[in-house]
């Protein structure tokens, strides 16, 4: 397999731990890095030993060395970025959530398709190897029919208007930080939601501190969803069939074990440990797909993508919370 050459956009926490995944994976390369500012770049880099930085993320995306590029900006940002890097003809990771709504998310997926150029969102949770064990669960009927899940994701943040957690202008609150997962976690088991209900708390920034969610799935299959920026919670997963269910233990959205329960019969305990800290895994994907020839992944699929930020778009309407500068849904 040939060595692919990662250029990583924006020097943030998440770009931080992605490099260090980024070095478990043979076939990578951490090229180059940009930043808004050529000080940021330059740290960035020479902390991690980075050959090529930019001071802008212009700069980055008409690198000619660069292949693929990772998108580590706050939510409202990603459409933009990504849009820069197709246009410049590369392949593009970009961090959950895709974008801020279904209407930039579907612009996007059109301007790569058009372009024939790869794009994936970094929802990275269903790269680990335990998340193709559930799979694995749900397509053999391990638990007969899957009526039920409930997944929960929130941890106790100081509040702090400026950062990207509360400030409206960054995208703050806890559904497009975190329930994203669970939604994207519930689409994966259950299928797309044909329906939903769900009630936030809105906190003095106006964004959601904390919601509960139910989605609604084909044949009456029902997905509970608990979802916090300002509440900890167990980060549990359990998904209930007919015949038995399954504890992703925590934290389920990086998982190595669960427990499968049926009755009369002993508990089950699947162990899948990680190498690495994680990125490594979605980042391995991205790769294979470069290396096949593919525009997408059949794991993330960029569809689904859409689909899960039209089901947040319409929670949050519900919520009447809209972000500022934020385009009519399509
Ligand atoms: N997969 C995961 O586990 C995971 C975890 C946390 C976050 N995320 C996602 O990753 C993205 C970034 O999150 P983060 O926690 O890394 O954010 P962060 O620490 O605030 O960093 C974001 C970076 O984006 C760049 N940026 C561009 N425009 C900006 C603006 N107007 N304000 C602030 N920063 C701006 C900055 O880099 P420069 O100054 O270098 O341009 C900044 O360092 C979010 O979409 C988040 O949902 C994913």
């Not at 397999?1 to 990578?28: C, E, H, N, Y």
């Not at 930019?54 to 849009?83: C, K, M, R, W």
């Not at 992703?248 to 499968?260: D, E, N, Q, V, Y």
């Not at 992944?297 to 519900?318: C, N, Q």
């Amino acid at each position: 397999m040939r060595k692919f050459r990662w250029g990583i956009l924006g020097t943030g926490a998440i770009a931080k731990q992605f490099v260090q995944g980024l070095r478990s994976v043979p076939d990578a390369e951490v090229f180059a890095v940009g930043s808004r500012s050529e000080a940021s770049a330059t740290k960035f880099a020479e902390k991690r030993n980075i050959p090529r930085r930019h001071a802008s993320y212009q700069d980055l995306a008409s690198d000619p060395g660069v292949d693929v590029v990772y998108i580590a900006t706050p939510h409202p940002f990603h459409a933009e970025n990504a849009t820069l890097c197709l246009q410049a003809g590369k392949a593009v990771l970009c961090e959950k959530p895709f974008c801020v709504n279904a209407a930039e998310a579907k612009r996007v997926v059109e301007l790569a398709r058009e372009k024939r150029l790869f794009i994936m969102e970094g929802m990275w949770t269903r790269f680990f190897p335990l998340m193709e064990e559930v799979r694995r669960l749900g397509s053999e009927r391990a638990i007969g029919e899957v009526r039920m899940l409930n997944v929960d994701f929130g941890f106790r943040a100081d509040l702090d208007p400026a950062s990207r957690l509360f400030d409206q202008r960054l995208g703050g609150g806890a559904l497009l930080d975190v329930g994203v997962y669970c939604v994207s976690f519930a689409s994966m088991v259950l299928g797309r939601p044909s329906g939903f209900v769900g009630l936030p708390h809105l906190g003095e920034t106006g964004v959601d501190e904390q919601a509960s969610v139910i989605l609604e799935h084909q044949g009456g299959r029902l997905a509970n969803l608990s979802i916090g920026i300002r509440t900890a919670t167990p980060q549990e997963a359990t998904i209930m069939g007919t015949e038995g269910y399954v504890r992703i233990h925590a934290p389920w959205w990086r998982p190595t074990s669960m427990t499968i329960s049926r009755p009369d019969a002993e508990n089950e305990t699947v162990e899948a440990p990680v190498s690495g800290n994680g990125f490594n895994y979605e980042a391995a994907e991205v790769m294979r797909c470069l290396e096949a020839g593919k525009a997408e992944s059949d794991i993330m699929p960029l569809d689904e993508t859409i689909s899960v930020m039209r089901t947040m778009d319409g929670i949050r309407a519900a919520w009447g919370l809209r972000y500022p500068n934020e385009e009519v849904a399509s």
